[in-house]
């Protein structure tokens, strides 16, 4: 009841301290801003943090278990690859090319899904037709064969796996937007400011994009986590990242090749992409509880 | 059947086009593909008699008819890694990934419908709360991570499972356990989320208020109608499905479409890697217009 | 009157269970009967309990609401003790229930007669051809023209009123003692709202269906009740057969209902509303829960709860100071 009346009174608090605030109050978003914040400080400051140079081959230490089994020390907790490369200092390393390919293919991806899906809910027609079209075609190359031709042709870089892993998620921001600004196109407001004469353009950048930012922000944080896994198939595969950068696909394919003797050098790259992705989902299931409308006042 | 499956029926020849451009320009535009298919040393006179040779000279628009003209000819072009024509390579290849996808498709819906039902009519006990732990955990771990956690513990550690191959049903399981997974991750959730809305449902109390019985009530009214949003989710997994079959049938060297395109990619093998996405997307499209038709055999709402 | 009495209701109370452990009460001591063949009338404002009443004596409460009761007897025998199954197994045979929203009612992937022939095979234990006939005649019987055709549609071909003609039909299958009503025209036009109630008031008459009517709308209950409940925040104000009440209420609720409803053949300057909203179950005024809105309010009516006694023969008010003579309908 506190709440609820602080709520309605003349100073609730201000954006930032009321999400910080909601924010706590649910179990999973805390973990899982705890565990973004937790990849963000790793992926800054990865040399201050890892312990050994992550492309550094330490003879001695080849295939060394991790520290609780036996053959294993301190010197190396998660133990070492084939080639004697700490693996805790390489999965640090690895949260670098995660993190960056993630969201900034999400950004591109965005950018691109959030411009078409409004030009196509708001001017229906054949515009409306050739996008959607388009965005179909899209929709059913599967994501992971297009990324790869194109990777086989152009030769891989991070940049290139930016530009194709954005340029091939965009088609769930396009349908979302769509339908969304379909639905905005019926409400009372947009056909007032209509009425009174306003221009589309206007209309659709004042009235439209403010509303639809909220399920763009919840999109974007779970296309990361989408993206990130992306990024680790295709370097899983040998199409992604090459070697010797370090990435969590890369070291994952690695470890395939030892499975039979050496579990740990293909197990924990796995258990730190479910980590990040995991922590991401939690922030973006919290996100899509706070900012939906619809459950507002629910938490 | 009605104008809606009429429609969708019509939208697909465009859909196809474009595919057909967006393959096309994607491995024109993004690079010159003769680098990968020479040797690295290879001189500037073998370079351009192989551009000759693939039509690559030619305007673009030129060289995008000739390729769309094959296409209908069936002519998916010549393999240099197999020396023949791709298109029966990649035929050859459909069963074993169609066997694949339908398995884990039909297994990720038999674990995750009774999981969300079961999560939902036990909404808010430990039950619940683990259901959705693992949903969540399944969509977290990446599949080509499962498929090999699977391959260590039940193949190499306790040594149940062949890690490897086609043929009997104990090499299919693996695979479509790992595909499954994730599928079902997907699935568990939207089930349940539909069945807690559904039961509050105005026709929900009507059937209660007739006396049927709490199970023909679920299992009957509320599941019905708690279906229609799945299979548009399943619908929508079907791509990423292929897309993660690729990788399954990598690790477990299941002789599928995704396995020969990834050999196809390491090997440059441009007219099989070009084949084996085209027929992909095609499998899909149909896949996703037999589920827009299951769609419709069920909601007569959309079958006007 | 030498009716038998259908249903009797004796202290029904519903409460809500809140967070933490508490509970807040959404009906008090609710008390009435209904005699077979006869049609009462529930009137009141949306919140005064009237929907929660019947799903209670329906057996259809759910979490976190919860239903305790002296005793409602049907046809005699007291079913506030049944087990659930019990319940089930009187629910859509000897009770059942129309609901105010057709559009959403009738589930919308299943044909109108799976839905109908359904609680017929069920309750009646007839074999799928018999239900089937029995289901035909029961569409015609609501005036569905085209029966058979209809049968086998889906909801969503159907308008609001046939598919409340629909629900009319599920209600009356199986020969209910008791059917309740609850705002079954509210969501129709009124051309509409007209013909369902002909429709009604055509199938009870030839039966012995006791009908529990809810509605907010007292032209609804002058046409079709013989006695009206008028509720208040979760309590019985007034009790009366229906002539009594438009021509000689005694409650100030009851006069306030009857002004701010629209009369063509009076002339008001302006039409006089009831001050104020129903107050909120979790803040209840003390004393008499309508003090607050009431023009008549006096300094006892804050502290004192007023209880339902009978003012004449078939009259009850639950009113310190019930209006008597002082207010003239003419």
Known sequence: MGKKNAHKGANPPSGFRKYAGLLFRSQTGTIGFFILLMIL???????????????????????????????????????CDNLGRDLWSRIIYGTRVSLLVGILSVLLAGAFGIVLGMVSGFYSGWIDSVIMRVTDAFFAIPRILMAMVVLMVAGSSVGVLILIIGGTSWVPFARMIRSEVLALKEKEFVKCSRSIGTKGTVILLRHILPNVMSSFIVLCTMNIAGNIISEAALSFLGVGIQPPTVSWGVMLAEGRKFLGTHWWIGTFPGIAITISVLGIMFLGNWLRDVLDPRNQGIK | MGKYMRRRLLQVIPVLLIVTVVVFFMVHLSGDPTSMMLPQDATQEARENLREALGLNRPLHVQYWIFIKGLFQGDFGISHKYNAPALPIVLERIPASLELCAVSIVLSVVIAIPLGVWAARAHGTPFDSLVNALAVLGQAMPSFWIGIMLILLLGV???????SGRGSMAQLIMPSVTLAIGTSAQIIPLVRSSMLEIVHEDYIRTARSKGLSERTVIYRHAFKNALVPVITMVALQIPALFGGALITETIFAWPGLGQLMVTGVTN???????????????????????ADMLYCLIDPRIRM | MERQTTLEVRNLNVYFKTAGGNRTQAVRNLSFQVGSGELLGIVGESGCGKSVSSLAIMGLLEFPAIAEADKICLMGTDISKNSREEMRKLRGSELSMIFQEPMTSLNPLFTIGAQLSDTIALHQECGKAEAKRRAVEMLEKVGIPRAEAVYKSYPNELSGGMRQRVMIAIALANSPKLLIADEPTTAL???????ILELMRDLIQDSNTAILFITHDLGVIAEMADRVLVMYAGSIVEEADVMTLFHNCAHPYTQGLLDSTIKVHEIHDELRCIEGVVPSLRDMPSGCAFHPRCPYAQEDCRSQRPELRKTAEGHAVACLHPLRGRWNHD
């Open chain 2, 268 to 290: 440059h093998d441009m007219a099989i890697v070009q084949a084996c996405i085209l027929m992909i997307t095609f499998i899909t499209i149909v896949v996703n217009l037999c």
């Open chain 3, 189 to 195: 036009d009124v051309t509409i709202q007209a013909q």
């Open chain 1, 41 to 79: 400080i790793i992926a800054i400051f990865a040399p201050h943090i890892a312990p050994y140079d992550p492309t550094s081959v330490d003879l001695r230490g080849m295939r060394m278990p991790p520290f609780w089994m036996e053959g294993g020390s301190m010197e190396h907790i998660l133990g």
């Open chain 2, 157 to 163: 550690k306790w040594t149940l499972l062949p890690v």
